[in-house]
T-cell receptor, first 114, second 116 residues
Framework: RKEVEQDPGPFNVPEGATVAFNCTYS??????FFWYRQDCRKEPKLLMS???SGNEDGRFTAQLNRASQYISLLIRDSKLSDSATYLC???????????????FGQGTTLQVKP | DVKVTQSSRYLVKRTGEKVFLECVQD?????MFWYRQDPGLGLRLIYF???????EKGDIPEGYSVSREKKERFSLILESASTNQTSMYLC???????????????FGAGSRLTVL
C-alpha cells in the first residue's frame, strides 16, 4: 500500500463548480499535512497547510480526519486558473532520520472548463 | 522571496556520461532535497541533506550521488547516466525542523534530463 494515495483524476468540472479531493495516508503517526499545487510544467508550490480543526483560505477549505486517516481539499466556485495538479503531502513518523522529509501523493489533476 | 535556482532547465546527455545537476538556495535553509518526478509515480526522494557535508539516502538513491560542500549548494551527480534516469529533477529546500516554516518545501523550477 502506498503511504499517501490520491485519485489521479482528471477531474473535469465547469467554471463555478465545487470540487473536492481526498487523500488517504497509511501512517497514523503522521503529524503534519499539506496541499501543494503544481501547474503544468512548473514546480510544486505550497497551497495550504492542513490543521486538525480544518482551515479555510478564500475558496479553498482543507480538512483532516485522523480517525479515518484522510485529508481533503474543497474548492468552491472553481476558476479556470484553478486547473492544476494538487499534491497531498504528509510528514513521516517523527525521528532524526526523517528530519524535514515529506511524502508526496501522486497528485490529482483538476481541469476547469469554461 | 525564497529562491531555489537550478542551473539547467533542459539537458540532453548520452548513456554513460557523467551528469551534474546544480541547485542553489538563497534563504540560508539547512535542509535541501533532490526529487525526481515521473508520470504515474509522482515525486520520489533521491537524497537529502540537513547540513553541510551531511547526506541521507532517500527512497531511490541507486545510480545517484550528492555533494553539499556549502550550505547554499546541493549537487546531484549521475556517475554514468542511463536511459531510465530520463526524468524531471526537482531540487527543494526548507528550514530546520522546529523553526518557522519547517516542513514547507520551496522548489526550484526543475531540470528536465533526457538520456539518449
Amino acid at each position: 500500500r502506498k503511504e499517501v494515495e490520491q485519485d489521479p483524476g482528471p477531474f473535469n468540472v465547469p467554471e463555478g463548480a465545487t470540487v473536492a479531493f481526498n487523500c488517504t495516508y497509511s501512517n497514523s503517526a503522521s503529524q503534519s499535512f499539506f496541499w501543494y499545487r503544481q501547474d503544468c510544467r512548473k514546480e510544486p508550490k505550497l497551497l495550504m497547510s492542513v490543521y486538525s480543526s480544518g482551515n479555510e483560505d478564500g475558496r479553498f477549505t482543507a480538512q483532516l480526519n485522523r480517525a479515518s486517516q484522510y485529508i481533503s481539499l474543497l474548492i468552491r466556485d472553481s476558476k479556470l486558473s484553478d486547473s492544476a495538479t494538487y499534491l497531498c503531502v504528509v510528514t513521516p513518523t517523527p525521528g532524526s532520520s526523517n528530519t524535514g522529509k515529506l511524502i508526496f501523493g501522486q497528485g490529482t489533476t483538476l481541469q476547469v472548463k469554461p | 522571496d525564497v529562491k531555489v535556482t537550478q542551473s539547467s532547465r533542459y539537458l540532453v546527455k548520452r548513456t554513460g556520461e557523467k551528469v551534474f545537476l546544480e541547485c542553489v538556495q538563497d534563504m540560508d535553509h539547512e535542509n535541501m532535497f533532490w526529487y525526481r518526478q515521473d508520470p504515474g509515480l509522482g515525486l520520489r526522494l533521491i537524497y537529502f541533506s540537513y547540513d553541510v557535508k551531511m547526506k541521507e539516502k532517500g527512497d531511490i538513491p541507486e545510480g545517484y550521488s550528492v555533494s553539499r560542500e556549502k550550505k547554499e549548494r546541493f549537487s546531484l551527480i549521475l556517475e554514468s547516466a542511463s536511459t531510465n534516469q530520463t526524468s524531471m529533477y526537482l531540487c527543494a529546500s526548507s528550514p530546520l525542523a522546529g523553526s518557522s516554516g519547517a516542513n514547507v518545501l520551496t522548489f526550484g523550477a526543475g531540470s528536465r534530463l533526457t538520456v539518449l
